[in-house]
């Protein structure tokens, strides 16, 4: 779960950080529910959607993000998600591991 979490973060600070558009969000989202064995990164450059100096970037955000919320991926991913466009972009995502973490608790809370 920890991974997938990281996976999504990272797919999210790119969207965020225009290193990714929308549609491509979506298409990098699907594709990586069905090879979870890959880290997102990966991925994203082997399909040429992001580049190295890209993928620097969004790992430097990362890093911030997980250092912000003493390494909890998933507390990352609440505070990103938070995001109109962010959350929008993931609602589009047919795949149940970015839908289900765009969806609100009972509490009220993101995840």
Known sequence: MLD???NLLFA????????LTRARFVEACTLWA????VPMPELLARHGW???DEIADV???LARKLQKH???????LAEVTA???VRQSITRCPTTTCTARSR????????
């Open 83 to 85: 995001d109109a466009v």
């Open 59 to 61: 790992e430097r955000l």
């Open 104 to 111: 609100p608790t009972p509490a009220g809370t993101s995840f």
């Open 12 to 19: 999210v600070l790119a969207l965020q950080a225009d290193c």
């Open 34 to 37: 069905s090879q979870k064995d």
């Open 70 to 76: 003493k390494g909890d991926a998933r507390a990352s």
């Open 4 to 6: 997938a979490d990281r």
């Open 50 to 52: 992001l580049q190295p």
